[in-house]
């Protein structure tokens, strides 16, 4: 940290408590008060701030308009990996191959999909059951910077030893020269998975009905509330009998009543 950056006192963190509550519904501990003036702390050089008052002052301007997105973005948390939880995985194999419909495409939303791995997962498994049929995956996240990344498609080889061998040599290219340590994932499954900017915790634009909805290992960041609102604003977008994915240390208990469980972290609408 800059050394002439005053250290964020109880107050400023109230205040990016509150902002990045009011921004994305994530809920900061206490706990997280020196993650969130590390995290931070870049930003305030970026911006030639010389306190976090200072940035948040800010943030709270015109001219600030533009940096309030990076401030999400660096105190959004992003962990992710390919196959992660891979019951869910299984789960929507059996669903897509006893659902899909002749002509139409069965389409999945990675609803909180950070970097790009989960929904690249979902389009390796759909293209591997589904044969020649039409299929779609789109992934949205509150933080522009890991679409970019999810958009290229391209990962560290470390980040890429959960996908299944078989995968790895029909979706992956191994990066050869400069780009060497890589994988990218190749044309034609890239072209089957669009990725865009969505906040979960505001009005949704009109969807498409969707097969199947992931929403995995983000509700942990929200309290009851913003919970129970945000599951209320997808599930007009899931298709009747259509499944649902949270994270395994999650429930939806207490949260809706329009899903039944079918397993552990999975659900289904209606019949």
Same mark, same amino acid.
């Given at each position: ?8 006192? $109880? ?6 408590? &509150? ?25 305030? *050089? ?8 200072e +940035? ?5 301007t ?5 940096? &309030? ?11 992710? +990996? ?6 869910? @995985?299984?789960?929507? &194999? ?22 790009? %791995? ?10 591997? /059951? ?10 949205? $996240?509150? /933080?522009?910077?890991?679409? %970019? ?28 020269? =400069? ?19 969505? !906040? ?5 634009? !009109?969807? *498409?009905?969707?097969?199947?909805? @992931?929403?995995?290992? #983000? ?5 009851? %509330?913003?919970?129970r609102? #945000? ?7 899931? =298709? ?19 899903? &039944?469980?079918?397993?552990? *972290?999975t659900?289904?609408?209606g019949?």
């Open positions: 940290m800059n050394a002439a950056v005053t250290p964020i006192s $109880d107050v400023e963190f109230m205040r990016f408590q &509150r902002f990045i509550h009011d921004s994305a519904g994530i809920t900061l501990s206490s706990a997280k008060k020196q993650l969130v003036a590390g995290r931070l702390a870049k930003r305030l *050089a970026a911006c030639g701030s010389r306190s976090y008052s +940035y948040f002052r800010f943030l709270q015109p001219e600030g308009h533009a940096e &309030r997105q990076q401030a999400v973005d660096v105190l959004t948390t992003n962990e992710t +990996y390919f196959f992660r939880e891979a019951k869910h @995985f299984d789960w929507l &194999r059996r669903h897509a191959e006893a659902t899909h419909r002749p002509g139409q495409p069965f389409r999945v939303w990675s609803a909180a999909c950070s970097s790009g %791995e989960e929904a690249y997962s979902i389009a390796m498994v759909l293209a591997d /059951c589904l044969g020649g049929n039409p299929w779609e995956v789109v992934g949205t $996240d509150i /933080c522009n910077r890991v679409l %970019e990344k999810a958009a290229r498609g391209q990962y560290s080889v470390e980040r890429t030893e959960h996908i299944p061998k078989p995968y790895l040599r029909r979706f992956c290219l191994r990066g050869v020269g =400069r780009q060497e340590g890589t994988l990218l994932i190749n044309r034609e499954l890239r072209q089957h998975v669009r990725f865009a900017p969505l !906040n979960l915790n505001q009005r949704l634009p !009109n969807m *498409a009905p969707f097969d199947a909805i @992931f929403l995995r290992n #983000v509700m942990i960041y929200f309290n009851t %509330e913003t919970k609102q #945000v599951v209320a604003r997808l599930i007009p977008a899931l =298709r009747q009998g259509g499944h649902f994915y949270i994270g395994h240390s999650e429930t939806l208990n207490d949260i809706t009543q329009d899903l &039944r469980a079918l397993a552990p *972290a659900y289904c609408k019949t």
